[in-house]
């Protein structure tokens, strides 16, 4: 029977009096809602990871730019750079930043993305799920779990605000990414339920009014370039959480300070193009040449 889970209270509470992950609740109200088996869930969720996986490998692959010639190579450069310099914090660091590049690029390609939770916000979940399960050898089952966690995460926050930067900004696109992210990471990594949503919270509750301000209206400058940036966010939340570190404010109160936010930030700032760094100088200068 499918369960009204709309708060992460309610997640948490349905979890401990159950015993159950947050996978495991998620995975069977999905087969419930959706009259389905919970294995028909799972071999879904495998299909858009296999599909984040191959978006990874086709961007890192090709070099071609954009329409507008803003984005496209940004991941060579930095490929070619880890060939022959280390990253400071060393190969999983470098291949987070390489996944997120490669999946946000190949998705200004018009290549086949996953947008999760959006297209401008690709390239966060699927870097750190994919760099992390490779270089500590989490198994297929260990991926499915975590992203059918960060499903969840997504899905409620999605409940009481909308997942787009015309709505609340980029804080509710790359924002309630980093989150998921900081979930499926902290999932993988053996949080427990309270782990997973203070893993959560940290990431979300440090990008609040992040706005969503695009050169020339293209998902491009800065969305490609934030995508790595807030995948290593998230996971700096996981280290935290998982060292016993809590968000003073709880998950559902966040959410509710980020439809606040949103709310309250100018119409400029949400996805118009009107402010910000769309109204540089320099990106001006963008938008007349790529449209004249």
């Given at each position: 029977?499918?369960?009204?889970i709309?708060?992460f209270?309610?997640l948490?509470?349905?979890?401990?009096?159950?015993?159950?992950?947050?996978?495991?609740?998620?995975?069977?109200n999905m087969?419930?809602s959706a009259?389905i088996s919970?294995?028909e869930?799972?071999?879904?969720?495998?299909?858009?990871?296999f599909a984040?996986?191959e978006?990874?490998?086709?961007?890192?692959?090709?070099?071609?730019?954009?329409m507008?010639?803003?984005?496209?190579?940004?991941?060579?450069?930095?490929?070619?750079?880890?060939e022959?310099?280390?990253a400071?914090?060393?190969?999983?660091?470098?291949?987070?930043?390489e996944?997120a590049?490669?999946?946000?690029?190949e998705?200004?390609?018009?290549?086949?993305?996953?947008a999760?939770?959006?297209?401008g916000s690709?390239g966060?979940?699927?870097?750190?799920?994919?760099?992390?399960?490779?270089?500590?050898?989490?198994?297929?089952r260990?991926?499915?779990?975590a992203?059918?966690?960060?499903?969840?995460?997504g899905?409620?926050?999605?409940v009481?605000v909308?997942?787009?930067?015309a709505?609340?900004?980029?804080?509710?696109?790359?924002?309630?990414?980093?989150?998921m992210?900081?979930?499926?990471?902290?999932?993988?990594?053996?949080?427990?339920v309270s782990?997973?949503l203070?893993?959560?919270?940290?990431?979300?509750?440090?990008?609040?009014?992040?706005?969503?301000?695009?050169v020339?209206g293209?998902?491009e400058?800065?969305?490609v370039?934030?995508?790595?940036?807030?995948?290593?966010?998230?996971?700096?939340?996981?280290?935290?959480?998982?060292s016993?570190?809590?968000?003073?404010?709880p998950?559902?109160?966040?959410?509710?300070?980020?439809?606040?936010t949103?709310?309250l930030?100018?119409?400029?700032?949400?996805?118009?193009?009107q402010a910000?760094?769309?109204t540089?100088k320099?990106?001006?200068?963008v938008?007349?040449?790529?449209f004249?």
């Open positions: 029977m499918e369960m009204n709309n708060t209270e309610q948490h509470n349905e979890c401990i009096s159950r015993n159950k992950a947050i996978y495991e609740i998620a995975q069977e087969a419930s009259d919970v294995d869930v799972r071999a879904f969720t495998n299909r858009s990871l984040m996986k978006a990874i490998q086709t961007g890192m692959a090709s070099r071609e730019l954009s507008s010639g803003m984005c496209g190579q940004d991941c060579h450069r930095v490929q070619r750079r880890f022959t310099v280390p400071i914090f060393g190969k999983t660091f470098e291949k987070i930043i996944y590049l490669a999946t946000s690029e998705n200004i390609r018009m290549g086949k993305i996953v999760c939770p959006t297209a690709c966060i979940l699927p870097a750190t799920l994919t760099a992390v399960s490779e270089d500590f050898n989490y198994s297929e260990e991926q499915i779990n992203l059918i966690t960060a499903g969840e995460i899905r409620i926050i999605s009481k909308a997942l787009a930067g709505v609340a900004g980029c804080q509710a696109e790359c924002g309630t990414a980093s989150a992210s900081a979930a499926a990471i902290c999932q993988l990594r053996g949080g427990n782990q997973i203070n893993a959560s919270a940290l990431a979300l509750k440090n990008l609040l009014g992040l706005t969503c301000d695009p020339a293209l998902v400058v800065p969305c370039k934030r995508n790595p940036f807030l995948a290593i966010h998230s996971i700096t939340a996981v280290e935290l959480a998982l016993g570190v809590e968000s003073k404010i998950i559902d109160e966040v959410i509710d300070a980020m439809e606040q949103g709310a930030m100018s119409p400029t700032l949400k996805e118009s193009s910000g760094l769309a540089t320099t990106a001006l200068e938008q007349k040449r790529v004249g």
